[in-house]
């Protein structure tokens, strides 16, 4: 059984549909042709059948079907493609109606439901196969199916209903076939705790010729072709965009099979525990943070993940990323080579109200609040996505200086690649600046030992030891051509605001005073280091 695809067999349990169905047993007036009401409809999912495996899906809530009952060569009238929908509680009916056992009736269902099929219905037939059969052969599948949505309409099952005990049953038969292709590349599984999702990496510049597949979840891309439609001819090509690797194969459909390509090995399986320190690189690729230095300095190392609590990643980082994240990365250089941006300004002007767009604010005359207000601000990139929404003209001016060199370092880091999901580059507020201290240097960053506050909104940490040493062996092993290091007296723009007129900054000493959240001028000219999330 290849390791690179996920088999998933669900059989759903069997449910008691209270606005369908009577829970008990109920026997028709007629002793000699006795019916009986079914308590409930269970739907299984008998899956695509491989050479050497079978791949089934699962259905989730919202999912519909549709059924009809036949009796004498007729559809009921009653349940004439009535829609049943997957919900908490199990499969529901569209208005009052009863699934009678016995009587001659004989139940099909189709997944997934559709106000008007492709084809007609035979009631006349004496199987699934013959009562489907021309909506099955006119079934559409798109070239495009690259949308879950789309693929998802393009997976038409049939069933024949039986009894199992007092429940209807339904075993979904695929009607398509099921090319899966599996390109070159890494499938990570991480193995933290609290549980992070698998990431896939490509091989990369991968492309298909006049088909759109659905990539899943485990990398692999997987289309479906209709058995009805003449032999057909798919490929497509990976690798170096100057000198791609191509690939080609005839599709011999038949219904509910399955065919894995595994183009020149396929992908690699790799478990890991992300964590802090780990190099990640500009394909998308992850080095663990013990990594052979040889290999470290060998490779195109864009940023360092420093963090992976979800807890400490913002929701808009979150629903960016479509509930597929797994960490933040902050880069191994400055904006520029520590060039110089300031917050906002235009000529003479440097006060906006930037919490009218989103931001919150961090300012308090108390120190203590002002910290504890400036380390829940973890929303860098809700922040730089609404200057450039909200504030678009002034971003594109350049106004906003800081933010828009943050979104532009992707073509001087040389990544990440388009290929793979991240949110872009971005610039971190005070929280997530606090984070990449405390887990790349091993600080604490608190209230307690060390904590001194200043007027004006800002504060500080002394005797914290050699931050910036720390931090620059966080990175120690990456090439010289790929990383800035931390400077004393280094002093980095956050995407939180104080006043109208001010907004945060990080600054960096050897000794003393090490750490400093300092509210300034927007107009200041001060270092941006950007982060990311994949």
């Given at each position: 059984?290849d390791?690179c695809?996920?088999?998933?067999k669900?059989?759903?349990?069997?449910?008691?549909l209270?606005?369908?169905?009577?829970?008990?047993?109920?026997?028709?007036?007629?002793?000699?042709?006795?019916?009986?009401?079914?308590?409930?409809?269970?739907?299984?999912d008998?899956?695509?059948?491989f050479?050497?495996?079978t791949?089934?899906t699962?259905?989730?809530?919202?999912?519909?079907?549709g059924?009809?009952?036949?009796?004498d060569g007729?559809?009921?009238?009653?349940?004439?493609n009535?829609?049943?929908?997957?919900?908490?509680?199990?499969?529901?009916?569209?208005?009052?109606?009863?699934?009678?056992?016995?009587?001659g009736?004989?139940?099909?269902?189709?997944?997934?439901?559709?106000?008007?099929?492709?084809g007609?219905?035979?009631?006349?037939?004496?199987?699934?196969?013959?009562?489907f059969?021309?909506?099955?052969?006119?079934?559409d599948?798109?070239?495009d199916?690259?949308?879950s949505?789309i693929?998802?309409?393009?997976?038409l099952?049939?069933?024949?209903?039986?009894?199992e005990?007092?429940?209807l049953?339904f075993?979904?038969?695929?009607?398509?076939?099921?090319v899966?292709?599996?390109?070159?590349?890494?499938?990570?599984?991480f193995?933290?705790e609290?549980?992070?999702?698998?990431?896939f990496?490509?091989g990369?510049?991968?492309?298909?010729?006049?088909f759109?597949p659905?990539?899943?979840?485990?990398?692999?891309?997987?289309?479906?072709?209709?058995?009805a439609?003449?032999?057909m001819?798919?490929?497509?090509?990976y690798?170096?965009?100057?000198n791609?690797?191509?690939?080609?194969?005839?599709?011999?459909?038949k219904?509910?099979?399955g065919?894995?390509?595994?183009?020149?090995?396929?992908?690699?399986v790799?478990?890991?525990?992300?964590?802090?320190?780990?190099?990640?690189?500009?394909d998308?690729?992850?080095?663990?943070?013990?990594?052979?230095e040889?290999?470290?300095?060998?490779?195109?190392?864009?940023?360092?993940?420093?963090?992976?609590?979800p807890?400490?990643?913002?929701d808009?980082?979150?629903?960016?990323?479509?509930?597929?994240?797994?960490?933040l990365v902050?880069?191994?250089?400055?904006v520029?080579?520590?060039?110089?941006f300031?917050?906002?300004s235009?000529?003479?002007?440097?006060?906006?109200?930037?919490?009218?767009?989103?931001?919150?604010?961090?300012y308090?005359?108390?120190?203590?609040?002002?910290?504890?207000?400036?380390?829940?601000?973890?929303?860098?990139?809700?922040?730089?996505?609404?200057?450039?929404?909200?504030r678009?003209?002034?971003?594109e001016?350049?106004y906003y200086?800081?933010?828009k060199a943050a979104?532009?370092?992707?073509?001087?880091?040389?990544?990440?690649s388009p290929e793979?999901?991240?949110?872009g580059?971005y610039l971190?507020?005070?929280?997530q600046?606090?984070?990449?201290?405390?887990?790349?240097a091993?600080?604490?960053?608190?209230?307690?030992?060390?904590?001194?506050?200043?007027?004006?909104?800002s504060?500080?940490?002394?005797?914290?030891?050699?931050?910036?040493?720390?931090?620059?062996?966080?990175?120690?092993?990456?090439?010289?051509?790929?990383?800035?290091?931390?400077?004393s007296?280094?002093?980095?723009?956050t995407?939180?605001?104080?006043?109208?007129?001010?907004a945060r900054?990080?600054?960096?000493?050897?000794?003393?005073?090490?750490?400093?959240?300092v509210?300034?001028?927007?107009?200041?000219?001060?270092?941006v280091?950007p982060?990311l999330?994949?």
């Amino acid at each position: 059984m290849d390791s690179c695809i996920m088999i998933k067999k669900i059989l759903l349990g069997t449910v008691c549909l209270a606005a369908a169905f009577s829970c008990s047993k109920e026997t028709g007036e007629n002793p000699a042709n006795p019916t009986e009401k079914y308590s409930g409809i269970s739907v299984e999912d008998n899956g695509f059948s491989f050479p050497d495996t079978t791949i089934a899906t699962s259905f989730v809530a919202g999912d519909e079907i549709g059924v009809f009952a036949v009796k004498d060569g007729a559809v009921l009238d009653s349940i004439d493609n009535l829609r049943l929908t997957l919900g908490d509680s199990g499969w529901i009916a569209d208005g009052d109606v009863s699934f009678v056992e016995g009587d001659g009736i004989v139940y099909y269902a189709y997944f997934p439901f559709s106000e008007s099929l492709s084809g007609n219905i035979d009631p006349s037939a004496s199987d699934e196969n013959g009562f489907f059969a021309e909506v099955a052969a006119n079934w559409d599948t798109p070239m495009d199916q690259g949308d879950s949505l789309i693929f998802g309409g393009a997976d038409l099952m049939t069933a024949q209903g039986h009894s199992e005990g007092d429940v209807l049953h339904f075993g979904m038969n695929h009607r398509m076939y099921l090319v899966v292709v599996d390109l070159p590349g890494t499938k990570y599984t991480f193995t933290n705790e609290p549980a992070i999702p698998d990431y896939f990496v490509g091989g990369g510049n991968a492309g298909f010729d006049g088909f759109t597949p659905f990539q899943w979840e485990d990398g692999t891309y997987r289309f479906l072709v209709n058995p009805a439609l003449p032999q057909m001819t798919i490929g497509g090509y990976y690798g170096s965009e100057n000198n791609p690797n191509t690939w080609e194969m005839d599709v011999d459909a038949k219904a509910g099979e399955g065919y894995l390509l595994k183009i020149d090995g396929g992908g690699r399986v790799i478990e890991h525990e992300l964590m802090a320190g780990d190099f990640f690189l500009a394909d998308g690729n992850i080095l663990p943070k013990d990594s052979d230095e040889a290999i470290v300095g060998a490779s195109d190392v864009i940023g360092i993940v420093f963090q992976t609590d979800p807890e400490r990643i913002g929701d808009a980082e979150k629903n960016a990323l479509g509930g597929k994240l797994h960490a933040l990365v902050v880069a191994t250089k400055t904006v520029q080579q520590n060039n110089y941006f300031a917050w906002y300004s235009n000529g003479d002007i440097y006060e906006r109200d930037e919490t009218e767009i989103g931001f919150m604010n961090s300012y308090s005359d108390d120190p203590y609040e002002a910290f504890s207000l400036s380390d829940m601000d973890i929303n860098g990139f809700l922040n730089t996505s609404a200057i450039r929404q909200y504030r678009t003209e002034d971003y594109e001016s350049g106004y906003y200086g800081a933010f828009k060199a943050a979104v532009d370092f992707e073509s001087e880091a040389g990544g990440p690649s388009p290929e793979i999901a991240t949110t872009g580059w971005y610039l971190p507020t005070a929280g997530q600046f606090f984070d990449i201290i405390r887990n790349l240097a091993g600080v604490t960053l608190d209230d307690g030992d060390g904590f001194v506050g200043y007027s004006l909104a800002s504060f500080a940490w002394e005797n914290k030891g050699d931050v910036i040493l720390s931090l620059n062996e966080a990175m120690g092993a990456v090439s010289e051509d790929d990383k800035v290091e931390f400077k004393s007296s280094g002093y980095y723009w956050t995407a939180s605001s104080t006043l109208d007129g001010e907004a945060r900054y990080i600054g960096l000493v050897y000794s003393g005073t090490n750490v400093t959240c300092v509210s300034t001028y927007k107009y200041d000219i001060l270092f941006v280091r950007p982060v990311l999330a994949f």
